[in-house]
């Protein structure tokens, strides 16, 4: 009969820990010493044998390439995963994908799981803190981030589109058409994006026009919606991805608002639908497909020497779904 093996997952359940904590602490990292005695009963107790995480087992590692996504259900990161595969599969590399949610708690588990299966290199869009990647980063596995960096880990390397030069870009083409109470509709992750915003309208900014919604499709709509009901005096959006663009058509719609005689739109990431909509919606286009390729090849050529970050250009693509300001 076939035992099942306990996972780092079994060892953090049993010891009322995170994977962070467990991977933390037979990493030889900091920790508290009643968690340290805690989490090593535990092991101990359920035989639990860990294949990457110890200093002394780098040796023994698979190789490979881990893939952390957000959501690959995301058409953006979709395209994103379709490059990291395409430069791993010329290199002949595997690669072990998991997807996160954007969660830390859960990116915590792909973590572990990650170091359990032996990748030597991981390719992430990140979304926990520094304490989240320490024990992949202490376990010595070569990382790079793709589309955005994780707080309190400026010194990974990361595969950035200009998301700067695309907000000033978005904002000043809507500034130009007159618009003067401009949102912003964002998600996990954006912070730069929000910065890069604000500071492009100046003293046309209003913190309150810029919403954040959690990276459910419900939460979106809700954040789209309450926005457009709270403030009828906005007459232009920008939508910092495909899934608060679709929503915010969604709310827009439901709500009768015309696009754009009411309300221009202006969304980060082009994907087919966008031209399909009814206008079609003008977009910042992103090298998904680039950003991944280029992250893969940071993470199978870094060697011995961290490898530098790499900036990808956006573009904005002019469609149907902005006109000029409505009259008061």
């Known amino acids: 009969m076939n035992v099942r093996r306990a996972t780092i997952k079994d060892v953090a359940e049993a010891a009322g820990v995170g994977v ?12 508290s010493p009643e968690t340290r005695e ?3 009963a535990v092991a101990t107790q359920l035989d639990y044998r860990p294949s990457a995480l110890g200093r002394n087992l780098r040796q023994q590692r698979a190789g490979g390439i ?41 990116e915590a588990d792909q973590i572990g799981m990650l170091l359990e299966q032996g990748v030597e290199r991981v390719v992430a869009v990140p979304t926990g803190d520094a304490e989240v990647w320490a ?15 994780a707080p309190g880990h400026g010194g990974v390397p990361t595969v950035l589109a200009d998301d700067r030069g695309g907000v000033r870009t978005a904002v000043d083409y809507l500034t130009g058409l007159g618009h003067r109470h401009i949102a912003y509709l964002g998600g996990p992750g954006q912070e730069q994006r929000v910065s890069a915003f604000l500071e492009a309208l100046g003293a046309l900014a209003d913190p309150d026009l810029v919403v954040s919604a959690r990276g459910s499709r419900d939460s979106a709509y809700a954040a789209a919606a309450g926005l ?22 969604l709310a827009a719609r ?10 221009s739109l202006v969304m980060f990431d082009d994907v087919p639908w966008a031209e399909l909509c009814a206008p079609p919606l003008t977009v910042i286009a992103q090298p998904a497909e680039d950003i991944g390729y280029r992250a893969a090849e940071l993470v199978l050529r870094a060697g011995g020497r961290r490898p530098r970050g790499v900036l990808l250009p956006t573009e904005l693509i002019v469609r149907g779904s902005c006109g000029p300001r409505r009259a008061p």
């Open 135 to 149: 024990p992949t980063l202490r376990a010595g596995l070569t990382t790079v981030f793709a589309h955005r960096s």
């Open 38 to 40: 805690r989490v090593l």
């Open 228 to 249: 457009f009901q709270r403030r009828p005096d906005l007459t232009a959006v920008l939508a910092g991805g495909n899934l608060l663009g679709e929503v915010a058509v």
């Open 66 to 106: 881990g893939l952390l996504l957000p959501d690959i259900t995301d058409s953006f990161y979709g395209r994103l995963a379709d490059g990291v595969l395409s430069c791993a599969r010329a290199a002949g590399e595997p690669v072990v994908l998991g997807t996160t949610g954007d969660d830390p708690e859960r």
């Open 20 to 31: 962070a904590t467990v991977s933390r602490v037979l990493s030889g990292g900091s920790a």
């Open 254 to 263: 439901e709500l009768d608002l015309r696009v754009p005689k009411d309300l």
